[in-house]
């Protein structure tokens, strides 16, 4: 028996140095397998920069051609403008435009000198417009009121019925029923907005009856009103339509980006 146990003790001794030699060729093929997928990753990571930066650099040459053709057009409406004034069905066989046209046409390089004038700066107010444009529609404020408040659903959706919703989503969780509406104020309420059309977003619970965020989209461009006058004039209407009760304390926490 105990020749029998030093040989079965020594076949263990075998075992257990042959599965610690297929651990160590296991942790080297899991080593191998991590490298060659970290090597796919940085590939796909290069692929995908590079797509990136070719979407830039087409997105900055259209920008350019757009440039371009905005000066060609400026160009096309200036010298259509002054073809309304030079053609043979405008002003240039009257009386009181002979002066101008016999000094403009009479003088060597005056007409052409007069269209280039006009075509630059016809290109330098449709490019001023464009980038005022541009400019004003980026400066936005959006404001997160966090209330978290008991509300009447019956009060909501007769104040939501007098909304005109571009935008409803519905989510069903084990917290209750979460809506999310989202509407553009009308242009009849533009004055009590400050000269401007909001977007709201209401997040409340129908199930439970609370009222969680109010989010409003707001353009600083076309309207007047600070952060805090936008959170009045939203807390306002939502107490006239007795969707909130009233209180006496305001301290609702209010996060603004």
């Known amino acids: 028996m105990r020749h029998e146990l030093q040989r079965r003790v020594t076949d263990l001794h075998k075992n257990t140095k042959s599965s610690h030699h ?9 080593e191998g397998m991590k490298e060659d997928r970290m090597f796919s990753l940085q590939e796909t990571l290069n692929q995908n920069t590079k797509m990136i ?28 403008v002054l ?53 004003d529609k980026a400066l936005v404020m959006d404001i997160k009121c966090r209330l978290n408040e008991e509300c009447n659903i019956e009060m909501m959706d007769m104040y939501l019925s007098e909304k005109e919703i571009i935008s409803e989503n519905v989510r069903y969780d084990a917290s209750g029923i979460v809506q999310e509406i989202t509407w553009v104020e009308s242009s009849k309420r533009k004055t009590a907005w400050g000269g401007t059309c909001p977007r709201i977003t209401l997040l409340y619970d129908d199930e ?25 004039a939203v807390m306002q209407e939502l107490l006239d339509y007795r969707v909130l009760p009233e209180r006496k304390d305001e301290d609702e926490e209010e996060d603004e980006e």
């Not at 965020?213 to 600083?220: A, E, G, R």
């Open 83 to 135: 073809d309304r004034f030079t053609g043979t069905w405008s002003v240039v066989n009257r009386e009181w435009a002979k002066d101008f046209i016999d000094l403009m046409l009479g003088t060597p390089y005056l007409w052409f000198i007069f269209n280039m004038i006009l075509w630059s700066v016809m290109g330098w107010f449709i490019g001023r417009t464009v980038r005022k444009k541009g400019s």
């Open 53 to 80: 930066a070719d979407i830039v650099q087409a997105n900055a040459e259209q920008s350019v051609c757009l440039t371009m053709m905005q000066v060609i057009l400026a160009g096309t409406l200036a010298f259509a």
């Open 22 to 30: 297929e651990l160590t060729i296991l942790r080297q093929m899991s």
């Open 208 to 232: 439970h009856g609370y009222l969680l965020d109010v989010l409003v989209h707001y353009s600083k461009a076309e309207g007047k009103l600070k952060p805090k006058e936008v959170r009045e």
